[in-house]
């Protein structure tokens, strides 16, 4: 069975600053992609960051990067220069990339407060 | 990135009645679909997986009798509440797959908040 942990309810976050957002997970599957979603209270949720389970290296996107420890399976989300606009929900995801009907999964969940 | 349209954002209707809400990708096309559900402050609870021109797959515990799902074509799903109670009030979401394989991307919706009075 596959699951998405994140540890962190809520963050804060002083203006400027880098955050790092906390996921772990648990899978059987060899192949799987790993992704982080941001959900403003708009509801809309937007994808932020993917990282393959045979990537190498770790996945960045502008102020966004993925720390991938594969041994340990976590996927933590680091944002830099934290801006007052990051203050939203933010979710880890997690797909099998070769079975499951492409299924993806969520975590609970962190609601990260950027404060000025 | 890939464009996906919910409509409608929000309805109010009355107890017993069915409410349709469309999901659809703009910019490519989606042979598959999700459809999820969201209570407040809590994460996405996957309800069905949407197949262009083949029955849904419903996960555990979702009513496919209540919840119908049509996916009717490569760019749009359709999520239909039938005879909605107030406990069927929620945010659901639609997503679509973009691309094919590992590589593909999933997008979604903006949302249709749903109040069933």
């Known amino acids: 069975a596959q699951k998405i942990t994140q540890t962190q309810p809520g963050m804060f976050v002083q203006e400027k600053e880098a955050v790092t957002l906390d996921c772990t997970y648990d899978t059987s599957d060899q192949s799987y992609g790993l992704f982080w979603y941001k959900q403003p209270s708009s509801g809309e949720m937007i994808f932020l960051i993917y990282q393959g389970s045979y990537d190498e290296q770790n996945a960045t996107e502008g102020r966004y990067s993925l720390n991938f420890q594969k041994a340990r399976k976590s996927a933590n989300l680091v944002i830099s220069a934290s801006q007052l606009g990051d203050s939203a929900m933010y979710f880890c995801?997690?797909?099998?990339?070769?079975?499951?009907?492409?299924?993806?999964?969520f975590g609970a969940g962190t609601r990260l407060f950027v404060k000025a | 990135g890939a464009v996906v349209s919910q409509h409608p954002s929000r309805v109010i209707c009355k107890s017993g009645t069915s409410v349709k809400i469309e999901c659809r990708s703009l910019?490519?096309?989606?042979?598959?679909m999700f459809w999820y559900r969201q209570f407040p402050k809590q994460s996405l609870m996957l309800m069905a997986t949407s197949n262009e021109g083949s029955k849904a797959t419903y996960e555990q515990g979702v009513e496919k009798d209540k919840f119908l799902i049509n996916h009717a074509s490569l760019t749009l799903s359709t999520l239909t509440v039938t005879s909605a109670h107030p406990e069927d009030s929620s945010f659901y979401i639609c997503?679509?797959?973009?691309?094919?394989?590992?590589?593909?991307?999933?997008?979604f919706g903006e949302g249709s908040r749903l109040t069933v009075l």
């Open positions: 995801a997690m797909r099998p990339l070769n079975t499951g009907g492409f299924k993806t999964i």
């Open positions: 910019d490519f096309q989606a042979t598959t």
């Open positions: 997503s679509a797959l973009e691309g094919t394989g590992g590589g593909s991307t999933l997008f």
